[in-house]
Nanobody, 125 residues
């Protein structure tokens, strides 16, 4: 499985961006997919996750109400709509897939088997 993240860029505070994560490389059978972000010198942190076959999306407190995660199963693609962006949202955003069959914690990095290459989001004040 290969994950390709795209859609990052430079935006002013209060603006919006939409990230995409396309999965390829054979039959895609993820249990769930998620977005994480990381600043230089800091640990990667959870942003949002969604079940691939349904379920309630799960968000970090810092983005709830501003970000929306969604998926298009037919296209094997996940999205992150980011509105009301703040300078503190600046980071490299990574998408990830959990292809296991066991229940896992959505917010844990260790729950995901495959990772995309990351896309830079910069929010200017």
């Amino acid at each position: 499985v290969q994950l390709q993240a795209s859609g990052g860029g430079l935006v002013q505070a209060g603006g919006s961006l939409r990230l995409s994560c396309a999965a390829s490389g054979g039959t895609f059978t993820a249990q769930a997919m998620g977005w994480f972000r990381q600043l230089p010198g800091k640990e990667r942190e959870f942003v949002a996750a969604i079940g691939w076959r349904g379920g309630v999306p799960y968000y970090a407190d810092s983005v709830r109400g501003r970000f929306t995660i969604s998926r298009d199963n037919a296209k094997n693609t996940m999205y992150l709509q980011m509105n009301s962006l703040k300078p503190e949202d600046t980071a490299v955003y990574y998408c990830a897939a959990d292809t296991s069959t066991l229940p896992r914690r959505r917010g844990a990095i260790s729950s995901y088997d495959y990772w995309g290459q990351g896309t830079q989001v910069t929010v200017s004040s």
